[in-house]
Nanobody, 121 residues
Framework: QVQLVESGGGLVQTGGSLRLSCAAS????????MGWYRQAPGKQRELVVR????????NYADFVKGRFTISRDNAKNTVFLQMNSLKPEDTAVYYC??????????????WGQGTQVTVSS
């Protein structure tokens, strides 16, 4: 199986920064697009940003434009999320997501376990 593992979450003050990482591990797989989602307590999971292989610009949610930046290291199967100017409303569990092709040739959308981001007011 392919495992997606997030890291880098924590507690920061309003205006602070965090850098999240998500690494995919396993064998015989390939990845197309990757992205980040978040879910606050009692709320729906929502898209933060997604990055693609074909050279298209990343797709950012309006509420993070100008503050968050996604990047990707294809050689290491890793995606990053640089979060600046954090606000209390950014508090949520952040989940890594990837479109994965398995050795059998089947595609599926994989999820990481999540990493907690808490921004104090």
């Amino acid at each position: 199986q392919v495992q997606l593992v997030e890291s880098g979450g924590g507690l920061v003050q309003t205006g602070g920064s965090l850098r999240l990482s998500c690494a995919a591990s396993g064998s015989g797989f390939s990845i197309n697009d990757m992205g980040w989602y978040r879910q606050a307590p009692g709320k729906q999971r929502e898209l933060v940003v997604r990055i693609f292989n074909g050279g298209a610009m990343p797709n950012y949610a309006d509420f993070v434009k100008g503050r968050f930046t996604i990047s990707r290291d294809n050689a290491k199967n890793t995606v990053f999320l640089q979060m600046n100017s954090l606000k209390p409303e950014d508090t949520a569990v952040y989940y890594c997501n990837a479109r994965i092709r398995l050795p059998h040739g089947l595609d599926y959308t994989g999820w990481g376990q999540g990493t907690q981001v808490t921004v104090s007011s």
